[in-house]
């Protein structure tokens, strides 16, 4: 168990609604990452937040956002969902060290999202 | 640009056997990190180690074992006398120094092991 929690673990919903993911990180984690796993695009970097500010962003969509929330918690919203969007969804937290590249992230179990 | 190629797409072995998992990386940057993830059936990514670019030496953590070489830009992973339990994916995974530590993955590989 790597301490960060993801909520809920399976999700079915149809085109064009939208849908939250939630994350909790390690206890004491400030960095909190969002990544999407499918089959054509593999393991893909979407964002990062740092103690409740933006610190990066990947091959997010504009019609996916996401935020920290001061008890560090994040949620990913998607919209507009499309059949493409359906992946498992990753969050991962890190220390927050501040020194950019080194520190290890320790991934959620993820949550499965299945758009008919 | 930051890539990893990880060239196996699948490895079948039979239990007992010792087998390597390929990592090629690609990077400009003096300072970097890889790093090894493993994806059971269950779906999660586990974290199995994390190397930095000035540290060369191999690393043995019991049946699990890893070659880092700059020279050649690889970070290969062995298993030794391997088990049903570690058939999983295995990911070899890159950050650098940049703002910010997002990692960029291989494609994975897909290690079987038949009892």
């Known amino acids: 168990d790597s301490g960060v929690t993801q909520t809920p673990k399976h999700l079915i919903t149809a085109t064009g609604q939208r849908v939250t993911l939630r994350c909790s990180p390690r206890s004491g984690d400030l960095s909190v990452y969002w990544y999407q796993q499918s089959l054509d695009q593999g393991l893909q970097f979407l964002i990062q937040?740092?103690?409740?500010?933006?610190?990066a962003k990947g091959n997010i969509l504009e019609r996916f956002s996401a935020q920290q929330f001061p008890d560090l918690h994040s949620e990913l919203n998607l919209s507009s969902l499309e059949l493409g969007d359906s992946a498992l969804y990753f969050c991962?937290?890190?220390?927050?060290?501040?020194?950019?590249?080194?520190?290890?992230?320790?991934f959620g179990p993820g949550t499965r999202l299945l758009v008919l | 640009a930051q890539k990893v190629t990880q060239a196996q797409t699948e490895i079948s072995v039979v239990e007992k056997e010792d087998v390597t998992l390929d990592c090629v990386y690609e990077t400009r940057d003096t300072t970097y990190y890889l790093f090894w993830y493993k994806q059971p059936p269950s779906g999660e990514l586990v974290f199995l180690i994390r190397?930095?670019?000035?540290?060369?030496q191999n690393e043995i953590s019991g049946r699990y074992s890893w070659n880092f070489q700059k020279s050649t830009s690889s970070f290969n992973f062995t298993i030794t006398a391997s088990q049903v339990v570690d058939s999983a994916v295995y990911f070899c995974a890159l950050t650098y120094g940049g703002a910010t530590n997002k990692l960029i993955f291989g494609t994975g590989t897909l290690l079987a092991v038949q009892p």
């Open positions: 937040y740092y103690n409740g500010e933006e610190r």
């Open positions: 991962a937290s890190s220390v927050g060290s501040g020194v950019p590249g080194q520190e290890t992230q320790y």
């Open positions: 190397r930095n670019s000035f540290d060369e």
